[in-house]
């Protein structure tokens, strides 16, 4: 291994976040959402033009009775809210299967666009989904990887058979699709990050990334 990163999870490009609306099924929608201080601001005063305590813009869409919202808090930074009209004692379950399989699907665009990269360079490359997130597997035999792993709202990515620092290289769009520009990034750095690499499948990789 070349080297562990850690970092707080967080939604941070639209375009992403649109495509994680895809993998699940769902049709997104762009405009503009109010968040209410109570119900009755929420059913009452609204339908005589009160607009709320905030409005943000939002991507959102509809699963059953359920809908989910990424707000845009602020410039580059997403919030994702899950809501039902009714709320029933087992909705909290639900919500949190929602988000999490949201989540999910976000992370998986992140990895569409490293597999992009790597394809580009001309090597072979495969998923594989786990448990706690995914492997990429790249190179003539399969021989590199890179691990993704994710629990609640921490990031694990690590890099396997790379030499020296291109390594930080094939991690760079994930970091920024998955992490927000303030957010700090924790990183270990393995013996084979230093090693001068001849390979010329690393020199190719580097060239191209």
């Not at 919500?95 to 990895?111: E, G, P, R, W």
């Not at 990269?117 to 495969?126: C, H, L």
């Amino acid at each position: 291994m070349s080297h562990c990163t850690k970092f707080e999870f967080s939604y941070v490009d639209e375009e992403a976040i649109a495509k994680a609306f895809g993998k699940m099924g769902l049709r997104p929608t762009t405009g503009l959402v109010s968040m209410f201080a109570s119900d009755f601001s929420k059913k009452v005063l609204s339908a005589i033009g009160y607009m709320g305590q905030q409005q943000f813009r939002a991507i959102y869409g509809t699963t059953g009775e359920f809908s989910l919202f990424v707000c845009q808090i602020e410039e580059g930074s997403y919030k994702l809210l899950i809501e039902r009209e009714t709320v029933s004692a087992d909705d909290e379950a639900i919500m949190a299967d929602l988000a999490s399989s949201f989540q999910k699907a976000y992370i998986s665009v992140a990895i569409d666009e490293t597999v992009k990269r790597i394809d580009a360079s001309g090597f072979p490359s495969r998923v594989k989904e786990t448990v706690q997130g995914f492997e990429i597997e790249f190179g003539p035999s399969y021989e590199f990887s890179i691990h993704v792993t994710f629990t609640g709202d921490q990031v694990t990515e690590e890099v396997h058979g790379v030499k020296g620092d291109v390594c930080t290289k094939l991690t760079e769009e994930l970091e920024a699709l998955l992490s927000s520009p303030a957010a700090e990034l924790v990183t270990e750095w393995k013996p084979a990050y230093t090693v001068v690499h001849e390979e010329q499948t690393l020199q190719i990789l580097r060239a191209n990334f």
